[in-house]
């Protein structure tokens, strides 16, 4: 149970019927009523004797308050699956459609159409059984599969399609059950009669709807046996009835052949049952297809006979043991119905010619003589069953769906307290089967293609989804039902959407149409749920195929790019941003580092647990009471809660970095261990970025995790459906991903040798080291969104300027500048083309003609290295004091210092209004580090950065080249 922060009972009125049970009342509270936090048994952690967590819930509008779970309807597998399976499954085609498949299809095309439809179906119905059998299984059916295992986008799109599917399921069979009424009824048919039948039919069906999943069981006991009963009595009539004139139909009236479709002759037409005959068994055996009744139109009308096959999916909330009595209940089902159509199918075959199935629709109703209305019965118990049970179906789906909150439609999600029966569900149902019924005119058959459409859509999700996740490889997928391999469940996915595509294009486009719409609202709009997502399972297993074969040893100049390891201590947002942008496309990681001693982990969660009125259920509880559970995980160790709010504030800032956080103690350690081991394979990380060391510190004064989790407990935060803090509502400043004021980060690491020490350790490890100073100067580059958190480049300084200072030649260019070049490169094409590289070389020059040879090479370094119209820049001679190294001790740096000092006001001369970044090689380190050479040397380092724009700090340190030169 996840706590959803908010009220108290105290601060409204409580109702007659929410009566707060105090724990020593020796009553069980009723199911439905709400139950104080306080009022949980601290012995035992239970309510009233409640000890599951099953029987409990949140209501997200009071938040303090469990309620006592609705109970729950415990079906079986006979009464919960097999039969509401079959009545669904032996519907309208059993009686009022078989001999038309017959008559246009053959016998031998009405068993290749049914044996195609039986293979899709059960290839889908041995995906679901192994899904189901994994694990617990929730309400909501196909649904729930689909978004447990594929996410709340496919699961919500395929739902709501799989709902609709369900409603015109249920008009189709109302439908058909009125035709067969009417042609019983009225000799001539009028429009009223179908409207007045047709709305009365499903008035009754909502009656029995609303009296719950229990009636709704007796009653399809009592339709079970009318209907089997109809079935044996139709079946005797065909065969053992002797020859006799069942009709007889004109040859060009309403009744005709002909006006039923214009492929047939004009010639009136006997109906004609004879007893059974190998003669006309093989006169009906082959193809008769027509134009109009082709066979995408037939096969469509077959296809519906298994759509009753999800029937038991649909009720898995309402049984008491789904895992087992899904798998079991359904395929009996299925081959109890094959069964059942193909002797149905046969006995017809061989008793009536083609022309009569083919005129008549009704032939088995006709041919039963004084015994028709048992298959009137037949007919009306078996479109009845199977609309009541699409229609118990549907609503269920919408209320799962509702409970999700993947669509604003929550007011569905209400069930009543006893059997949890989705009555509001069930009312919108009802009224969308009611305009249903119009689909097509009416049609039994245009109502069918839309229906198969809608269902195969669902089938194939269905099947996808266990192909993944047979595919995936997890440990935890290990389905009980072993009958279904990830090639099964392929070979369904295609066969649905191959048979969606071959019905009917339009309709096929449509539904895919209708299906991205629904998902593409729910990805917008809806929060990351804790349901695992068989989509990463199955990219983890590809990226660690593919990090096999991406050998290190491999690669090429050509094909270099920006791999960061960014070390930063705070969430200082210009220069994650500077990284994201010179990482477009490659690797970037943020490392950041705690120094702690693990062994006292324990103790500090230990002291950050509350009490947890459900102590037992992992639910978690913030450090601040009542106040929700934040995204920051609560009772574990500080390394996780520090990951965590890493990972809060780039999902909030769409940076699309990696985090790794180091524990040691001190931080010279635990970046040193990090630097050495990041990356994965051919995988790491070639540029370390870091900040200047700062010699004070002008952040904010509580630590980044500190003001994550601060921000995430408070009132202003918007919290999503399942109970997590996201950031700040829109139009709300946000502290955090938008610090009102910018600043300079620092690595504080604990002295100057430390600092040096990790620039050595970074080049000894073979790679390049960036120090940023001035990284709040970027803050007008990256300008910052209000309110969401996410960042927008904005265009306010433009130019981004490479420094060059003193000769260079083309055997020292690789290990000099072209690590300058390549990356004021990438950010000039990352921010955009009003961006501008400027490239200034300072060097000394006597006359005119020297420095126009100093720019032909310049100009010679830019076609060679073909970067796009840069400015290039030979700045006249300003004599700098000879640079000098650092020594050991400050008196021995002098000349050094005057250099840094006399080079940071040439770049500040030079340096204009609009430049955004400058880019300048990172000064040699101290040949021998020691405490005395390394402050000596930060000071030199302070001296050349001290005052200037944001300014980064480059020098190599991997083998190989950054910029190629050949093809």
């Known amino acids: 149970l996840v706590g959803l922060g908010g009220g108290s009972m105290a601060s409204r009125p ?46 997200p509008d009071y938040p303090d308050d469990i309620i006592v779970a609705p109970t729950k309807n415990q079906l079986g597998t006979i009464n919960g699956v097999y039969i509401p399976c079959l009545l669904n499954i032996l519907g309208a085609v059993l009686f009022m459609r078989i001999g038309y498949v017959v008559g246009f299809a053959g016998y031998g095309g009405m068993l290749l159409l049914f044996g195609f439809s039986n293979l899709v179906a059960v290839l889908t119905a041995l995906s679901f059984s192994a899904i189901v059998t994994n694990g617990k299984m929730g309400g909501g059916g196909v649904y729930y599969i689909i978004a447990r295992s594929l996410g709340p986008a496919f699961g919500g799109a395929t739902g709501v399609l799989f709902y609709i599917c369900y409603c015109i399921n249920s008009a189709f069979n109302a439908t058909a059950m009125v035709e067969d009424l009417i042609s019983v009824a009225f000799h001539h048919s009028e429009k009223w009669h179908f409207t007045a039948l047709y709305h009365g039919t499903l008035f009754f069906l909502l009656l029995v709807a609303l009296a719950g999943a229990d009636a709704f069981a007796r009653l399809n006991a009592v339709l079970f046996f009318a209907l089997i009963s109809s079935a044996v009595v139709a079946l005797g009539s065909v065969l053992f009835s002797p020859s006799h004139a069942v009709d007889m139909l004109s040859g060009n009236g309403t009744d005709s052949c002909h006006h039923l479709d214009p492929g047939l002759s004009m010639e009136p037409t006997i109906v004609q049952h004879h007893t059974p005959s190998t003669h006309l068994f093989a006169e009906n055996f082959g193809f008769a297809f027509t134009e109009k009744n082709d066979v995408t139109t037939v096969l469509a009308l077959v296809y519906t006979t298994t759509c009753g096959i999800m029937v038991g999916a649909n009720l898995s909330g309402d049984l008491a043991n789904p895992g087992k009595s899904l798998p079991r209940g359904t395929l009996l089902a299925m081959l109890t119905s094959f069964a059942t159509y193909i002797v149905f199918a046969t006995a017809l075959a061989l008793t009536f010619d083609r022309r009569s199935l083919q005129c008549q629709w009704l032939v088995l109703q006709k041919a039963s003589g004084k015994l028709r209305y048992f298959v009137i019965v037949g007919v009306a118990m078996a479109t009845l069953s199977t609309a009541l049970g699409a229609m118990f179906g549907a609503a269920r789906i919408l209320q799962a769906i509702a409970r999700d909150r993947l669509l604003p439609i929550s007011f569905f999600a209400k069930g009543t307290t006893k059997g949890d029966e989705p009555l509001r569900a069930v009312g919108l149902t009802w009224l969308l089967v009611n305009g249903f019924g119009y689909i097509g005119g009416g049609s039994v058959q245009s109502i069918a293609q839309i229906l198969t459409d809608f269902f195969l859509t669902a089938c194939a999700f269905v099947n996808l989804s266990q192909m993944l996740l047979s595919l995936s490889n997890a440990p935890n997928y290990r389905p009980t039902f072993k009958y279904a391999t990830w090639w099964s469940s392929a070979i369904g996915f295609c066969l649905c959407l191959g048979l969606m595509w071959f019905l009917n294009v339009e309709h096929a486009a449509i539904t895919c149409g209708l299906w991205l719409a629904i998902f593409g609202y729910i990805r917008l709009t809806c929060d990351e749920r804790p349901w695992g997502d068989v989509i990463q399972a199955i990219m983890f297993r590809g990226v660690v195929t593919r990090l096999r074969t991406l050998m290190q040893r491999k690669d090429h100049a050509k094909f270099w790019r920006a791999s960061v390891l960014l070390l930063l201590q705070d969430g200082d947002h210009p220069l994650l941003t500077l990284c994201k942008h010179l990482t477009n496309g490659g690797l970037f990681i943020v490392g950041t580092a705690l120094v702690d001693d693990p062994t006292t982990e324990t103790e500090k969660a230990t002291d950050r647990k509350e009490f947890s009125p459900t102590a037992g259920y992992a639910r978690p509880e913030t450090r601040r009471g009542a106040q929700t559970a934040a995204l920051l995980p609560q009772f574990q160790s500080s390394v996780a809660v520090t990951k965590a709010a890493w990972l809060w504030l780039i999902e909030q800032t769409d940076l699309n970095a990696f985090v790794s956080v180091g524990v040691g103690p001190d931080l010279y350690t635990i970046f040193r261990n990090m630097i050495a081991s990041a990356g994965l394979g051919a995988l790491v990380p070639n540029t370390v970025v870091l900040p200047y060391q700062e010699p004070w510190y002008d952040g904010p004064e509580l630590d980044f995790v500190t003001r994550i989790d601060n921000l995430l407990g408070s009132s202003d935060r918007r919290v999503d459906s399942e109970g997590i803090r996201r950031c700040c509502r829109k139009g709300i400043t946000c502290n955090v991903c938008n610090p009102p004021e910018a600043h300079n980060s620092s690595l504080q690491v604990e002295d100057s040798e430390g600092y040096v020490r990790l620039l050595q350790t970074i080049l000894d490890l073979e790679r390049n080291v960036m120090v940023v100073r001035n990284s709040a100067g970027l803050d007008p580059v990256f300008h910052r969104m209000r309110g969401g958190g996410k960042l927008l480049d904005v265009i306010d300084k433009t130019l981004i300027d490479v420094w060059i200072v003193g000769d260079w030649g083309w055997e020292t260019m690789e290990s000099s500048i072209a690590l300058l070049i390549q990356h004021a490169h990438l950010l000039t094409e990352s921010f955009g083309r009003r961006y501008k590289m400027r490239i200034i070389q300072h060097v000394q020059y006597t006359n005119t003609e020297e420095q126009v040879v100093l720019q032909h090479k310049l100009k010679e370094l830019v076609l060679a290295t073909r970067i796009p ?17 650092v020594a050991s001790t400050m008196e021995e740096s002098g000349p050094a210092l005057a250099y840094a000092r006399a080079l940071n006001e040439l770049i500040r001369d030079v340096s204009r209004r609009e430049t955004a970044l400058t880019f300048i090689e990172l000064p040699e380190l101290p040949v021998k580090i020691s405490p005395q050479s390394a402050e000596t040397y930060m000071a030199c380092l302070n001296a050349l950065t001290a005052g200037l724009p944001p300014l980064a700090l480059l020098r190599k340190g991997e083998r190989g080249s950054v910029i190629s030169l050949d093809i």
């Not at 009342?25 to 967590?53: C, D, F, M, Y």
């Open 869 to 885: 119209d840069p400015e290039l820049l030979v700045i006249p001679p300003v004599v700098l004091p000879p640079r000098g190294e």
């Open 14 to 59: 409580v109702p007659r019927d929410e009566r707060a049970v105090d724990y020593a009342e020796p009553l069980l509270p009723q199911p439905g009523a709400r139950v104080k936090l306080s009022t949980v048994t601290p012995r035992t952690g239970s309510i009233n004797g409640v000890t599951s967590p099953d029987d409990l819930h949140i209501d």
